[in-house]
């Protein structure tokens, strides 16, 4: 069983397209995340959903918009991709404000715009 | 605001020697501080964790103790594997606000037989 899961796991797009990235968790978790792993391997926090809600909003462009669905799913959809988009988009979820706050990660999306 | 430092990397160590990753925070409050693990091509792995103050996190061999005098939680493994090469970061939660992870930069170990 896959606790965290990501499609697609690569994605190669031409710049100025439109992509979207899924995220699905089957752990009962409450909150979900994006984060971006950037060429140096450095990740840094995107957004997060607790219970459907936007709760975290890093300084990150406007093409990209997450969208929940459900408490189960975090999408990332992002518009006119350019070059510096290229990059590893990691899911991750938990459940907050209990002893087991951890965050578990999915197998990631790599992002190549040619 | 919350950062963590990692030493800088890669490290190269040869099979069955002792590892030490260093790594510092600055928070406020009482964050819990985590390693995660990457291994080449995959996602990222909870290695270990501790919650508190002298709380010791261990797992497969790999220790670290949360010492708030010093602010740190060094990761430490006694005998290393090849299989053990991947990279390893160091991240805290501001717990209780918004849970977010603040990584270190990551540290690349590569284990020679």
């Known amino acids: 069983d896959t606790a965290v899961s990501q499609t697609p796991k690569y994605l190669v797009t031409q710049m100025g397209n439109d992509k979207s990235i899924k995220c699905e968790q089957n752990?009962?978790?409450?909150?979900m995340y994006w984060y971006k792993q950037d060429s140096k391997k450095f990740l840094k926090i995107m957004f997060s959903?607790?219970?459907?809600?936007?709760?975290i909003n890093e300084t990150v462009p406007n093409r990209f918009s997450p969208k929940s669905p459900d408490k189960a799913h975090l999408n990332l959809h992002i518009n006119s991709l350019e070059l510096g988009d290229s990059a590893v988009y990691f899911c991750?979820?938990?459940?907050?404000?209990?002893?087991?706050?951890?965050?578990?990660f999915g197998p990631g999306t790599r992002l190549l715009v040619l | 605001g919350n950062s963590v430092t990692q030493m800088e990397g890669p490290v190269t160590l040869s099979e069955e020697a002792f590892l030490t990753i260093n790594c510092t925070y600055t928070?406020?409050?009482?964050?819990?501080l985590f390693w995660y693990v990457q291994y080449p091509g995959e996602g990222l792995q909870l290695l270990l964790k501790?919650?508190?103050?002298?709380d010791k996190g261990s797992n497969k061999g790999f220790e670290a103790t949360y010492r708030k005098e010093t602010t740190s939680f060094h990761l430490e493994k006694g005998s290393v594997q090849v299989s053990d090469s991947a990279v390893y970061f160091c991240?805290?939660?501001?717990?209780?606000?918004?849970?977010?992870?603040?990584f270190g930069q990551g540290t690349t170990l590569q284990v020679k037989p």
């Open positions: 959903y607790n219970n459907k809600e936007l709760i």
């Open positions: 752990l009962g978790h409450d909150t």
């Open positions: 501790a919650t508190k103050a002298d």
């Open positions: 991240a805290l939660s501001d717990r209780g606000n918004t849970g977010k992870l603040i």
């Open positions: 991750a979820s938990s459940q907050r404000r209990t002893d087991q706050e951890t965050q578990y």
């Open positions: 928070a406020t409050g009482y964050p819990s």
